[in-house]
């Protein structure tokens, strides 16, 4: 029997991760040995896991399908992985597919928990693929309509999937608004109008917010009309957050709403399972324009690195940042 060795990113403690080497078990019959491609930095929720914000009462939502160990640390974390069928079912052997597995360049999972990428969606896009799923739950949460004036708050990765989305909308007109002028020229690629937040058009029918920030979420607020909705996107994790309340918040009588992918959506939920949710995320990548949201590749050995980085600073400027493998 050949022993299989893998190396795997681990946060060891709090704002420390490093590569280690484990021994995987042979695939089983209804199993699949995977060759890691790249995977993807989720850069709000793993920069939360790699600071150690998760909340004590989330340690057993916030677990990923294929986590090891529990939070705080060690663990390991993530769930963006693209890689080729290695060993496993013959419809399966050779098939590029993605999986919810953390960074690690070969591991053995059911056959069940892989999907297979769609001919047009190429693997170095497919890691846009969990991000582009929570995009399509927010909208679905959302409930835009034809016509509808949408301000988006926030230009991170999910924030520019949820306006590039709306934005094919017939008759919405689709704002996205951020701090910082970077974001514009990637809207721009997008077919995306743009503003800083003192230039965003108000009177939003419809405001979705995925900044991360207190102040984002008040410049949402701001932006809505009379009896609009925010439908809040971000996670804060343990960070407090000011809601601005006061003002006109009563008076206009605004509609303040969660969204999270964990659950698919309540208008959706009675048809649609996680599966076809999924497998509409995943023919949704088959434009090229998307490729604009991947600013930034890395080599698997300076992930370490790379996740330190990414969590020192809530401003950095990269979108999706892709890990690939050798």
């Known amino acids: 029997m050949t022993e299989i060795l893998a190396q795997a990113c681990w946060l060891t403690e709090p704002g420390h991760a490093e590569l ?5 078990p042979e695939p089983g019959p209804d199993q699949v040995l995977v060759r890691t491609l790249h995977s993807g930095i989720s850069r709000g929720t793993e920069t939360l896991v790699f600071r150690g914000e998760v909340p004590s009462s989330e340690f057993d939502r916030m677990r990923a399908p294929f986590q090891a ?25 050779g098939q590029t597919v993605f999986c919810l ?3 690690q360049t070969h591991y053995v999972v059911p056959a069940t928990a892989v999907h297979v990428l769609p001919p047009s969606v190429p693997p170095t896009r497919a890691v846009l693929a969990a991000n582009m799923e929570t995009a399509v739950n927010a909208l679905w949460d959302a409930g835009p309509r034809v016509g509808d004036r949408i301000a988006v708050v926030g230009g991170g990765t999910v924030g520019l999937l949820v306006a590039w989305l709306a ?3 017939p008759g919405c007109q689709v704002q996205l608004v951020d701090t910082q002028e970077a974001r514009r020229p990637v809207a721009k690629q ?9 230039a965003a058009r108000d009177e939003a029918d ?15 607020l701001n932006l809505a009309a009379f009896e609009a909705t925010v439908l809040e996107l971000s996670w804060y994790g343990e960070r407090p957050v000011n809601v601005p309340l006061g003002g006109a918040f009563h008076s206009r009588r605004l509609t303040l709403k969660s969204s999270q992918v964990g659950q698919v959506a309540t208008a959706q939920r009675a048809r ?9 995320a995943l023919s949704l990548l088959s434009d090229p324009v998307l490729d604009a949201l991947i600013t930034n590749a890395s080599p698997f050995a300076d992930l370490p690195e790379v996740l330190a980085r990414l969590s020192a600073s809530r401003l950095d400027a990269t979108l999706c940042h892709r890990i690939d493998y050798p």
């Open 20 to 24: 280690r080497t484990e021994n995987l």
């Open 69 to 93: 160990g529990d939070f705080p640390a060690p663990v390991k974390y993530g769930y963006t992985s693209v890689g080729r069928v290695e060993q496993g079912p013959a419809h399966l052997m």
């Open 190 to 198: 997008l077919h995306v109008d743009f503003a800083l937040p003192d």
């Open 101 to 103: 597995y953390p960074h």
């Open 206 to 220: 419809l405001v979705i917010h995925a900044s991360g920030q207190s102040a984002g979420l008040a410049t949402a």
């Open 272 to 280: 649609w399972s996680h599966l076809r949710r999924f497998e509409l």
């Open 167 to 169: 934005a094919r909308m």
